[in-house]
């Protein structure tokens, strides 16, 4: 295969004095080189090698950009899970049940055993897309570890009420119709 050289000659890019003055630079800066014991600064070798790193650095962004976004699939997918195995009827009460979900309220119409599991905190709304489900207070608790934006509503049993709480004595009822 021919050189670079000869293919820009072919090419009509450069004459034969362009090629014969820089292999006599070239030959030139070796003597140099050669005479005082010091390497020239190759600047396309370095240029390589920082183009090189740049590319690592970039791949790295976009690996971890990647774990990221399949961790955070594989939480959602058992959350999804978790909601889908546990999830607890609403019974088919007519007793309005109110509950606020990114400050608006919202109602759900339960039964009431299923009312009074809600007061005592037994029993939790988790609202997953469009959807809301009642779920036991433990998977709940696991939900939150996950992702706690999806769990709206938990009652507090009263294990749970701070002991230094001036106000522990005036329970507010969670039946309370508006």
């Not at 183009?51 to 990647?66: L, S, V, W």
């Not at 909601?83 to 509950?99: L, P």
């Not at 809600?118 to 779920?135: D, F, M």
């Amino acid at each position: 295969m021919a050189s670079l050289q000869d293919q820009f000659l072919k090419a009509g890019l450069v004459d034969k004095n362009k090629v014969k003055l820089a292999n006599q630079d070239k030959s030139k800066q070796k003597k140099v080189e050669r005479r005082t014991g010091t390497h020239s600064v190759d600047e396309v070798h370095l240029a390589v090698l920082e183009t090189q790193r740049k590319n690592a650095e970039r791949a790295r962004e976009h690996n971890a950009q990647r774990d990221a976004a399949a961790t955070h699939k594989a939480i959602v997918a058992q959350i999804t899970q978790m909601v889908q195995q546990n999830r607890q009827s609403k019974g088919a009460g007519d007793i309005a049940y109110n509950f606020t979900r990114d400050n608006k309220i919202e109602r759900l119409y339960v039964s009431a055993t299923v009312q009074a599991h809600l007061a005592a905190g037994r029993l939790v709304i988790v609202c997953q897309g469009g959807t809301t489900e009642l779920v036991p207070r433990i998977i709940a608790d696991k939900i939150a570890e996950r992702d706690a934006s999806l769990v709206v509503r938990v009652n507090k049993t009263s294990a749970e009420i701070d002991a230094d709480d001036p106000y522990a004595d005036f329970q507010i009822p969670d039946d309370l119709m508006w």
